[in-house]
């Protein structure tokens, strides 16, 4: 039993750990309607939108100020943080990590990722 | 040959798309060395940490204003622009979407989430 | 003449320099409607709102990061940077620094200032 | 002596509102080595600059949302809370309102304003 458990073969380790955000992001759907006393995201979610938002603006920040302390550990716990309130708001909006990595599937399926390179610069000449 | 491609089957579809992350991951640390004329994560990177950085709070603040006008493609865009800009930061401090997935799928395992309660209790708790 | 200039009484300099951010408002409030190819108040209005806040998202983001620098300089460039964005904002929603300083001016009054303490402990407790 | 006190006379009410800033970073600079348990400038001091920082960066992002709500009422609060936080982080580097207002006075008589309009395009061309 143990011999075929999932951490025990490298590729299902990688394939588990790839479809993090996407089970994430269903966990996330099923508990914001769950009880605000023991489910944190049903907490957030009871409180509003702006509430989960504030947090992103929040999170940004501490991974800035953890980036310029260039403190490892704290930009990886950060990084995970902005983007668990990420997908809050996308669950929010009827929305979930699919979305997202589609997206940037897409961005780099058209472009070998170039499109990032033209994308902003545009963004910039255009108001 | 051309009918039994990767797309057609859901299931690998599924696998790509988790996978995005770090392929994403795998490409900017090769971009970052790149030329700055024609790729945009060397052209960000040449700047320093601090555009990189910039870029992280400008993002977050452009999700922020798309959640608010509950505009879904935007939504989308900017939460793949914030995720993406993430990236090219953990790439500059020798990290990769790898760690944060290991993050976020150690507090899943953890506390089937309920870290994610408990965590920012306290830290309000402790200054 | 020269001898009565306002720079050459401190008590006038003072009093002239309390009033630069009313007087910045009501620049502000001018330009706004003026040339967006002369005036960078008239072009990032002309842009819409979205151009400004994410002004100050922007401006906030490098005023965290100039704090943990630790550089004088740039904190206070980046502290006007910020203000001047907030008063851009303050123009566009029919407000004026006037509006702001009379806030505080009224936290102030209520409480020395301990409003403050109460406040934001108080919008913790109440979600 | 009641009869002239300073609210009763416009210009000395003007005069007193203007000084706000100045007088709050007076009390800010005071207040900072206070006791925790009844000054929010000092309990906020003592959890140390990265949670003063924090503060700037979630207010900003309350500013933007209240501004996308068009709420008069928030955007004045908020644009409060980021000022007063701003001149915290002044504060604990040394520096005071007057700095800020200085640089602010520097540039509008350097140029009428205009020099906001230079810098930021400049900003953009050199990275």
């Known amino acids: 039993m143990t ?26 759907e099923q508990r914001r309607a769950g009880d605000p ?8 979610t009871a409180k509003g939108g702006d509430a989960v938002l504030k947090k992103v603006g929040e999170e940004a920040t501490e991974l800035v100020m953890a980036a310029k302390d260039g403190a490892k550990d704290r930009i990886v716990a950060e990084t995970a943080d902005l983007w668990f309130h990420s997908l ?4 929010m909006h009827g929305l979930s990590a699919a979305d997202v990595l589609a997206e940037l599937a897409r961005r780099e399926g058209e472009s070998g990722l170039e499109e990032f390179a033209k994308r902003p610069a545009t963004k910039e000449m255009t108001p």
Chains 1, 2, 3, 4 share one sequence.
């Open 88 to 91: 809050l708001v996308l669950s």
């Open 3 to 28: 011999m075929t458990s999932p951490a025990a073969d490298p590729h299902d380790a990688l394939t588990r750990l790839s479809g993090t955000l996407m089970r994430l992001s269903a966990v996330i």
């Open 37 to 44: 006393s023991t489910s944190y995201v049903a907490k957030l």
